[in-house]
């Protein structure tokens, strides 16, 4: 039986590792065709291995090349991209004063600079073809700041911001954006992050130990593709935070510092 995703095209970004690799299996099951990128190719590779479907591997570092180059690449792979999901990044485990602006840059190409230069790249494609699909992996530091992650929330709430200001001004026919806000998933992100130096934190953190099941979140925004749905959000006691935020405000900054200074 033909569903949504049967014989699409998905690129995905950060298909090594965590929700992008999580991402790539259940789209396989539900036969997709995949391009796979992120700089670690023998994990891409062994993505590859698991999926049933036609995958083919990008390789990239996306600080410094989200160029038209690898656009092109992408589109060349099947000769044409139904959908691409932006959801390579990296956090932050550092206070802003002690965090160096070179970090702060890194983050910002990865998280934010590189979803937008790879989108840009794929709507003349999208216009062309009269339709598309981008889902952008935001995060709940893109709604709201959490301690310890000042440019990563500023990258989330940038992404957050374009995307969905592209939502409200496109002229592009059977174009949708869905914007996704995960609270913590339980992937190895928390290892990867960077320090003030840049160096990799190297620790698995409570919140992400403890955090949604990676298969979860995925069929989760598996389901918001299907439904086109323009902003989910997918979290726990998060949600319990935003709303906080957002109305009873004296409450979040107390939870928000406490709950975050206890890792710095
Ligand atoms: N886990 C959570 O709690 C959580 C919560 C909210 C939002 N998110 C968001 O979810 C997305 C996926 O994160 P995850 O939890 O799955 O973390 P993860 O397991 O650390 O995966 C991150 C992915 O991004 C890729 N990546 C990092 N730097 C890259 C670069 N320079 N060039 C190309 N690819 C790069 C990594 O691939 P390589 O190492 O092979 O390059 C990896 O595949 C991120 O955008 C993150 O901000 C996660």
């Known amino acids: 039986m033909m569903g949504y995703f049967s014989d699409k095209v998905v690129w995905i970004t950060g298909a090594s590792s965590g929700l992008g690799a999580e991402l790539a ?5 539900e036969g997709a065709r995949l391009i796979l990128t992120g700089r670690n190719a023998a994990a891409l590779e062994a993505v590859q291995q698991q999926c049933q479907t036609a995958c083919k591997i990008l390789p990239a570092d996306l600080e410094k090349d989200a160029t038209p180059e690898l656009a ?12 691409l ?5 990296i956090t932050q485990r550092a ?13 910002m190409e990865i998280n934010f600079f590189a979803p937008v230069m790879l989108t840009r790249q794929l709507l003349p494609h999208f216009r062309e073809r009269k339709g598309g699909q981008i889902v952008v992996i935001s ?7 959490f301690p310890l992650r000042t440019t990563y929330a500023a990258s989330k709430h940038a992404l957050k911001g374009y995307f969905e200001t592209l939502q409200v ?14 609270g913590r998933v339980n992937t190895p992100i928390s290892l990867n992050a960077v320090t003030a130096s840049g160096a990799a934190h190297n620790q698995m ?6 955090g949604i099941p990676v298969a979860d979140c995925a069929a989760r925004i598996l389901k918001a593709m299907r439904r086109k749905e323009k902003h989910v959000i997918i979290a726990r006691s998060e949600r319990v935070l935003w709303w906080l935020r ?10 928000a510092r406490k709950a975050g200074m206890k890792h710095s």
């Open 25 to 29: 299996k259940q789209l396989s099951r």
């Open 85 to 89: 999901i932006n959801n390579a990044g």
């Open 246 to 255: 957002k109305n009873i405000s004296p409450l979040y900054y107390t939870i």
């Open 95 to 107: 206070l802003a004063e002690d965090t160096l602006p070179e970090v702060e840059r890194r983050l």
């Open 169 to 182: 001004e496109h002229t592009i026919p059977g174009f949708d954006i869905t914007i996704v806000s995960p």
């Open 139 to 145: 995060s709940m530091a893109g709604l709201m700041g």
């Open 205 to 210: 953190d409570e919140g992400q130990a403890n």
């Open 72 to 83: 092109a690449a992408a589109l060349a792979a099947f000769n044409q991209v139904d959908i």
